[in-house]
């Protein structure tokens, strides 16, 4: 089964346009592979300015750039490979998401050790994020549609958070470090436990809605 991509993210109109723009202005010698090496190049650049703690223009850079690479070479591999027609439909279906996952680990791995938030609090929301995940792969065996955004929120909606995020970070640090009074917690951990309840609040909804879906499929 050949699975319809489907991107009903905010930002996807715009995207799309972008991606269309460069995929066709790649040189010859550009492969999908190498796009695929250069996302996660992309991840552990990110990963490492957020490891930083921020505290410089440099960690600032870094996030910058690794996130952009991260963004153009995970969108850009199976892009090109379309565009040439020689995409590998399974295989490269597999490479991605392996791919994603550890994008996602290192991104959350540099957050963890940055000092910024409690430690457990990035790989509570990678845990939640995946389980949003898993979801959707579980969606495309019953729909044959790979929805890539939930609640208009996608990878990319979810990059552009990061890097608004690193900016806040870096010019209003004292603000995200002091801490809430009554909760004895810090605004940024404050703040990514709400994320993180919200990202638990709409698993559940996704999911009464996919068993729901799944019962309509089963009586068909």
């Given amino acids: 089964m050949i699975a319809r991509r489907v991107n009903g993210g905010l930002l996807a109109q715009p995207e799309a346009k972008i991606l269309d723009f460069l995929v066709i202005r790649l040189p010859a010698w550009v492969t999908p592979d190498q ?41 850009l ?19 991605d998401n392996g791919v994603d996952l550890i ?57 552009a958070g990061f890097l608004l995020l690193a900016i806040l970070l870096f010019f209003l640090p004292e603000f995200f470090r002091a801490v809430i009074p009554l909760l004895d917690i810090t605004v940024l951990d404050f703040l990514s436990l709400f994320w993180a309840f919200v990202m638990l609040l709409n698993f559940i909804l996704v999911l009464r809605r996919d068993i729901r879906l799944a019962r309509e499929a089963d009586e068909d």
């Fill in 77 to 95: 591999d199976g892009r090109l490979a379309r565009h040439r027609r020689i995409e590998r439909n399974k295989q490269g279906f597999i490479i």
């Fill in 103 to 159: 994008a996602y680990f290192l991104l959350t791995l540099g957050f963890a050790a940055s000092g910024l938030v409690s430690l457990p609090v990035p790989f509570l929301l990678l845990s939640l994020y995946m389980l949003l995940s898993n979801l959707a792969l579980a969606r495309l065996i019953i729909t044959g549609v790979h929805e890539l955004a939930v609640y208009s929120i996608g990878t990319t909606e979810l990059r």
């Fill in 35 to 75: 796009l695929t090496g250069l996302g996660i190049l992309g991840a552990a650049l990110g990963g490492l300015g957020f490891a930083l703690a921020l505290s410089s223009w440099v960690s600032l850079a870094l996030v910058f750039a690794g996130l952009i690479l991260n963004w153009l070479g995970d969108s």
